[in-house]
């Protein structure tokens, strides 16, 4: 019994997701570090608009329909459980159509709006893949749901890898335009979609399909309101990737897309906990349980996502364009001040409210408080460009205006809650830990410099980042952090698979 328990910990399989999402970070990390050399920057700015394009209209066309594997499933038995996986399988296929024939025909329009004529020939050549990866969303809901996150990390790295190899490949061996990238995009997708097909059934396996009767109409009450507030959320990142795109150029967007990316693994950890937590809030407030559990839970996600990210936020803001120039070369250590800003936000952000919202079933609030936030970062970010005339000015805009959003959606959860807004927040140990990162950083910034003045940036940056590491888990004991508290229940999962 105690060895299943810690099989299906949350933290053993927020690990299996983290592993997942690092594959996917890492993979787009080198293809983007590949392409920046191969292309010059108006051809990798092309490139990275087409993606921009393709990302954001991706919440519309979706139809929420890959969120509600999480909402859903735990609701249902296995049987029943793979009916549903058909149904919204097949309507992804559908709306996947769809979607690669709006690209098609609006490849003009678009190409004129961003003031790019290139992108109405890259975004016709494109057109097919949105058809092909659509059936594949939701993995991560369906393996979640039945506590098999393992096969999140396992499909995760081998679809990524694969894609990095078909997209690169031609680049290199034939010095290929973005559109041979976008050639190799097409082959992939098609094996992807083989692959993700395989993976669906593999809960299912040996289960003979039972009808749920949870119709498309119950399916699309619940994710439709959701895709409201998610189109809000598509219109606030993209707002400034639109200003900068049609105010600044392809050159501009090149450098902007390049630096304005959170620091990695921030996302990987934030996005596993949340999908590990979803479920769980879900079916806490569905039996109507104790609601404290919800706090308590949510507490213990922020710590150990804090005792994660700072120290990670801490070492990139400090070494921000020495990182930067190492992945991306020289000529885009202008990159370095985005993500600088970025950063910022990783604060803030160290766990996403959303799974918290959508479990609590406020969609319609989550919607209407995205809305507001969009609407606002439109209006500022374009007072900002027309006053200002500056694309960093409108990278802080757009992290100002998210915090703002992370204060509001948490004091109204911890109203739904019954709780005060501070007891959402571990603010003391969450201070304690942004504080030992900074006293660990500095300590070994400032010996690294007193007896190295002159290192090489690889060299700098690997040499004060290991010392930081082992800094850190020398005093953690000082300072009264437990890093051994986020990896025992993985290391106890190695021991109880041996014994």
């Known amino acids: 019994m105690g060895n299943n328990n810690n099989k299906n910990s949350n933290t053993v399989q927020a690990f299996w997701i983290?592993?997942?999402?690092?594959?996917?970070?890492?993979?787009?990390?080198?293809s983007s570090a590949i392409l920046s050399r191969y292309f010059d920057k108006n051809e990798y700015g092309t490139y990275r608009q087409i993606l921009f394009v393709y990302n954001t209209l991706i919440v519309i066309f979706t139809a929420g329909l890959p969120s509600v594997f999480a909402y859903f499933l735990p609701r249902y038995s296995l049987a029943k459980g793979k009916e549903i996986v058909r149904k919204v399988s097949i309507s992804l296929f559908f709306f996947g159509l769809i979607f690669s024939i709006f690209l098609f025909l609006a490849s003009g329009l678009i190409a004129r709006v961003l003031k790019n004529p290139e992108l109405t020939t890259g975004l016709k050549y494109f057109s097919p893949i949105p058809m092909l990866l659509f059936p594949t969303l939701g993995i991560e809901g369906i393996?979640?749901?039945?506590?098999?996150?393992?096969?999140?990390?396992?499909?995760?790295?081998?679809?990524?890898?694969?894609?990095?190899?078909?997209?690169?490949?031609?680049?290199?061996?034939?010095?290929?335009?973005?559109?041979?990238?976008?050639?190799?995009?097409?082959?992939v997708s098609i094996i992807i979609l083989v692959i993700a097909y395989f993976f669906k059934g593999i809960p299912f396996k040996g289960i003979s399909l039972e009808k749920s009767y949870l119709s498309l109409k119950d399916i699309f009450a619940y994710s439709l309101p959701l895709v409201a507030g998610s189109i809000a959320v598509m219109a606030i990142y993209a707002a400034n990737q639109f200003f900068i795109s049609r105010f600044f150029g392809a050159e501009t967007?090149?450098?902007?897309?390049?630096?304005?990316?959170?620091?990695?693994f921030v996302q990987m950890i934030t996005g596993a906990t949340g999908t590990v937590l979803m479920p769980v809030f879900s079916k806490v407030v569905?039996?109507?349980?104790?609601?404290?559990?919800?706090?308590?839970?949510?507490?213990?996600?922020?710590?150990?996502?804090?005792?994660?990210?700072?120290?990670?936020?801490?070492?990139?803001?400090?070494?921000?364009?020495?990182?930067?120039?190492?992945?991306?070369?020289?000529?885009?250590?202008?990159?370095?001040?985005?993500?600088?800003?970025?950063?910022?936000?990783?604060?803030?952000?160290?766990?996403?409210?959303?799974?918290?919202?959508?479990?609590?079933?406020?969609?319609?609030?989550?919607?209407?408080?995205?809305?507001?936030?969009?609407?606002?970062?439109?209006?500022?970010?374009?007072?900002?460009?027309?006053?200002?005339?500056?694309?960093?000015?409108v990278a802080i805009c757009y992290v100002v205006i998210s915090v703002i959003g992370i204060g509001i959606a948490l004091w109204y959860s911890a109203k739904k809650l019954g709780v005060g807004f501070l007891k959402m927040f571990p603010i003391g140990r969450i201070t304690l830990i942004a504080l030992h990162s900074v006293f660990s950083l500095t300590l070994i910034t400032l010996l690294f410099k007193l007896f190295f003045p002159n290192p090489g940036k690889l060299i700098?940056?690997?040499?004060?980042?290991?010392?930081?590491?082992?800094?850190?888990?020398?005093?953690?004991?000082?300072?009264?952090?437990?890093?051994?508290?986020?990896?025992?229940?993985?290391?106890?999962?190695?021991?109880?698979?041996?014994?």
């Open 286 to 393: 569905y039996e109507k349980t104790n609601l404290n559990q919800i706090t308590s839970l949510w507490q213990t996600a922020i710590q150990k996502s804090a005792i994660l990210i700072y120290p990670m936020v801490i070492f990139f803001l400090f070494y921000a364009e020495d990182l930067i120039t190492l992945v991306f070369s020289d000529s885009y250590s202008v990159s370095a001040k985005y993500f600088s800003t970025i950063m910022v936000l990783n604060f803030f952000n160290i766990i996403s409210y959303t799974p918290l919202l959508l479990s609590m079933g406020e969609v319609k609030f989550y919607a209407r408080l995205n809305y507001s936030l969009a609407i606002a970062t439109w209006i500022i970010e374009y007072l900002i460009v027309m006053i200002l005339k500056t694309p960093l000015s």
């Open 143 to 187: 393996f979640s749901t039945y506590k098999k996150t393992i096969f999140i990390a396992i499909y995760n790295t081998l679809t990524r890898f694969l894609m990095l190899i078909f997209i690169i490949l031609p680049v290199i061996l034939f010095n290929g335009s973005y559109i041979s990238a976008i050639y190799g995009w097409i082959a």
């Open 18 to 30: 983290a592993i997942g999402s690092f594959s996917t970070f890492a993979i787009a990390i080198i």
């Open 253 to 264: 967007f090149a450098e902007f897309s390049n630096g304005f990316v959170e620091v990695p």
């Open 460 to 499: 700098l940056v690997t040499a004060t980042g290991t010392g930081y590491l082992l800094l850190l888990v020398a005093t953690a004991k000082w300072f009264k952090i437990n890093y051994f508290e986020i990896f025992a229940p993985l290391l106890n999962r190695i021991q109880s698979t041996k014994e």
